[in-house]
T-cell receptor, first 115, second 114 residues
């Protein structure tokens, strides 16, 4: 079975631009979460979506937005990019979100570099 | 309240030795504590997880010890191998209508020397 897939693998943008990252969850998984991992740090929670509804939001500015589609894939959008947005963006999927012990399976991430 | 503190930042262990990584948390509402392993260029992969009603869980060479009263938990890697060289993250989450966000520690870089 395919794991979580993310595209693109790498991305280089300049300050002020906008970026869209994409994620396809494991087949059958209805929940998708997004995390930002700055070099040398642990992943930080950005959003969680379940059944196309936002279920959780981390401490990130409104420049960050996301959505989940009927096929449970998801997009993360970041507007007005700042140098500090340079990071590895991770997508994780899980079967459901009702149970806190649901394992979150991570994709390989998208490496975003902002120049 | 939402932090998970992890130590040490880096660890060097000889092949066959025991690697021990510690984490502490403040929020007693956390009810799920997973450990993730991350290799360079890869996403984190779940190693082992525990709930607070259990004091210890073992899977192969990996053991989680959990001390609810001290709000601490640790990962023990027995018979450490060079292939275990990676970054390890502890995490915590809580069940709730706001979703199940994982709160990660800052990570421990483990190097196992042969």
């Amino acid at each position: 079975d395919a794991g979580v897939t993310q595209s693109p693998t790498h991305l280089i943008k300049t300050r002020g631009q906008q970026v869209t990252l994409r994620c396809s969850p494991i087949s059958g998984h209805k929940s998708v979460s997004w995390y930002q991992q700055v070099l040398g740090q642990g992943p930080q929670f950005i959003f969680q979506y379940y059944e196309k509804e936002e279920r959780g939001r981390g401490n990130f500015p409104d420049r960050f937005s996301a959505r989940q589609f009927p096929n449970y894939s998801s997009e993360l959008n970041v507007n007005a990019l700042l140098l500090g947005d340079s990071a590895l963006y991770l997508c994780a999927s899980s079967p459901r979100v009702r149970d806190g012990t649901d394992t979150q399976y991570f994709g390989p991430g998208t490496r975003l570099t902002v120049l | 309240q939402q932090q998970v503190k992890q130590s040490p930042q880096s660890l060097i262990v000889q092949k066959g030795g025991i690697s021990i990584i510690n984490c502490a948390y403040e929020n007693t509402a956390f009810d799920y504590f997973p450990w993730y392993q991350q290799f360079p260029g890869k996403g984190p992969a779940l190693l082992i997880a525990i709930r607070p009603d259990v004091s210890e869980k073992k899977e192969g060479r990996f053991t989680i010890s959990f001390n609810k009263s001290a709000k601490q938990f640790s990962l023990h890697i027995m018979d450490s191998q060079p292939g275990d060289s990676a970054t390890y993250f502890c995490a915590a989450s809580m069940t709730g209508q706001a979703g199940t966000a994982l709160i990660f520690g800052k990570g421990t870089t483990l190097s196992v020397s042969s």
